[in-house]
Nanobody
């Protein structure tokens, strides 16, 4: 049984930092690209970042470029999202997901490209 579990969310002031973690079990972690998504209240879930199976290529939404960094440790079956210079508009539930291939496709931010999802971790940024 595949399990994807996020952690590391919390309450932080604007300008602060958080590091999210995601562990995956029940699948061959290093065979999948991995992604982070987020969903703010009243809004659709949106793609934040994606990383290929080796970690060699990463993709970011324009809204988080230069502030967020995605990484992975395949030996630990763990995905990370380092979030710096946080803004109130970053407030959302953050989800980790395993893609349906080793690569982040051209439409990497589409939910349909991801097959296994975690339950999410809440990030709240106060102004």
């Amino acid at each position: 049984q595949v399990q994807v579990v996020e952690s590391g969310g919390g309450l932080v002031q604007a300008g602060g930092s958080l590091r999210l973690s995601c562990t995956a079990s029940g699948l061959t972690f290093d065979s999948y690209a991995m992604g982070w998504f987020r969903q703010a209240p009243g809004k659709e879930r949106e793609g934040v970042s994606c990383i290929t199976w080796t970690g060699g290529t990463t993709y970011y939404a324009d809204s988080v470029k230069a502030r967020f960094k995605i990484s992975r440790d395949n030996a630990k079956n763990t995905l990370y999202l380092q979030m710096n210079s946080l803004k109130p508009e970053d407030t959302a539930m953050y989800f980790c997901a395993a893609a349906q291939s080793r690569y982040c496709t051209g439409s990497w931010s589409q939910e349909a490209n991801f097959g296994y999802w975690g339950q999410g971790t809440q990030v709240t940024v106060s102004s």
